[in-house]
């Protein structure tokens, strides 16, 4: 018994899906009115800017704003972070768990959208999506929820979340408090006037008499501001370049690479089938139709020769019939370029018309729900003809069945014959070629054909493109 499994590699970049990959976008500055400068970012403003002068810009309130937003985001992302990993581990003996495990796995691509967001009050660079160079469309949930746990940025944009409440959050709770205690200090004076004849205490056992006395307190508030401002620059800094670490797309050559063959090999297929459409509709248009005209024309000289000469009237038939013979060639290999019932009615009324001119009796169950993208249908159209014509020209079959359903967003085609088996993929059957079809795609090809039959053709074709 021998059995062969094709099937074409899967593209692991940032991301791995069966969707239809489109290149990064770079990152750009933010247009006028964005709330960030455009001009310099908060490390440089740090490290080259004079004290007075950063103290004086819009960074540090701004920075404050970063960091008491995410004590506000932070928290309540951890709260419910650990309440689904809690709650999926306890229920997951009944099965209801691993929902909420995958909901806890997926929290953290909503808090990275927010967070990009949010990063323009501190960062003038717009954080690019990782998740933009792989996106789905028309597919299900189950097929978004199966493509983003595939990606790794998924599980970094998780990392993040718990780091945003676990480490951010509190520093950004605790940068609050030393604004707010060196507002405080600062007021004072303000609040001993405001409070006499009663004594303030600011420390335990130590009370501030009068307003003057107080001026100490407010110019250690001064230098508090300085400090907080300072130190708040530096939490909001590290928490950008921690996004930037764990949000941003990953440049890796060796996938990048690999990506880049497989679009190019994507592109080489929509070439090749577009020429075969463009053939296909200029010999129906053209060819085809002076066939007909031309058959026509010997048919009418035929009529105007009538009984004069027998031999000449014999050469007129003669031609009628090899025009009408080669017109009839040239719709099966129009037919057989891309079948118009292909287009026009999809993958099920065109393997049905393949089955009914077959030497072999067929048996044709393909049941779909709708209409599938082109691309699938005319990859599992030439499959299963090329099955056919292999089960017709090597098994010495009887019978052929093909039985196709749409299984969570993907085509699943099975081709049996009652034939001799032992199909060899190298043995130059064909099945190599349909492999590589099916590759472009991300398809499988699985071949089942033991010495003395049946064999069995299983393709899956992904159809969220």
Request: hydrophobic share 50%; with cysteine; glycine share 10%.
């Amino acid at each position: 018994m021998s059995g062969e499994a094709i099937s074409g590699d899967a593209v692991s970049g940032d991301a791995v899906s069966g969707d239809a990959v489109s290149g990064e976008q770079p990152a750009k500055p933010l247009p006028p009115g964005e709330p960030a400068d455009p001009q310099v970012t908060l490390w440089t403003a740090l490290r080259h800017r004079p004290p007075p002068r950063f103290l004086l810009s819009p960074l540090p309130p701004r920075a404050y704003c970063f960091l008491l937003s995410g004590a506000f985001l932070g928290l309540p992302v951890l709260l419910v972070l650990a309440l689904l990993i809690a709650a999926g581990l306890l229920l997951s003996v009944l099965g209801a768990g691993l929902v909420l495990l995958t909901g806890a796995a997926l929290l953290g691509v909503p808090v990275a959208r927010i967070e990009r967001r949010r990063l323009r009050l501190v960062e003038p660079v717009v954080l690019p999506d990782p998740h933009r160079a792989m996106r789905v469309r028309d597919a299900g949930v189950r097929v978004w929820v199966r493509i983003r746990l595939r990606e790794r940025a998924t599980w970094r944009e998780l990392g993040y979340a718990v780091l945003l409440g676990v480490v951010f959050a509190p520093a950004g709770i605790g940068v609050t408090l030393l604004l707010a205690l060196a507002g405080i200090l600062v007021a004072t004076p303000v609040l001993v006037w405001a409070l006499a004849p009663e004594p303030v205490m600011v420390l335990p056992g130590q009370a501030i008499p009068d307003p003057l006395a107080a001026v100490p307190f407010s110019a250690a508030g001064v230098v508090g501001f300085v400090v907080v401002a300072y130190l708040a620059g530096l939490l909001a800094g590290a928490q950008v370049k921690t996004a930037w670490f764990l949000l941003a797309p990953r440049e890796e050559p060796l996938s990048r690479r690999v990506l880049e063959l497989t679009r190019s090999r994507v592109r080489l297929a929509d070439a090749f089938e577009a020429e075969r459409r463009r053939i296909e509709r200029d010999l129906h248009d053209g060819a085809q139709q002076q066939l007909v005209a031309l058959t026509m024309t010997l048919g009418l000289a035929e009529l105007e020769l009538g009984d004069g000469s027998p031999a000449a009237a014999a050469l007129l038939a003669r031609g009628r019939g090899e025009a009408r013979h080669a017109l009839e060639q040239l719709r099966e290999l129009v037919r057989g370029i891309h079948p118009r019932v292909l287009t026009d009615h999809g993958v099920a009324a065109a393997v049905t018309e393949v089955a009914l001119r077959h030497p072999v009796p067929v048996a044709v169950d393909i049941d779909l729900p709708r209409r599938l993208p082109d691309a699938v249908e005319t990859t599992a159209y030439f499959t299963v003809t090329e099955a056919l014509a292999n089960a017709a020209r090597h098994s010495g079959a009887s019978h052929v069945t093909v039985v196709g359903r749409l299984e969570r967003e993907r085509l699943r085609l099975v081709i049996t014959d009652d034939g001799c088996g032992g199909a060899d993929p190298d043995a130059g059957t064909g099945l190599s070629g349909l492999a590589d079809r099916l590759a472009i795609l991300r398809g499988r090809l699985v071949v089942s054909s033991p010495v003395g039959g049946p064999t069995e053709l299983r393709v899956e074709v992904p159809c969220a493109a």
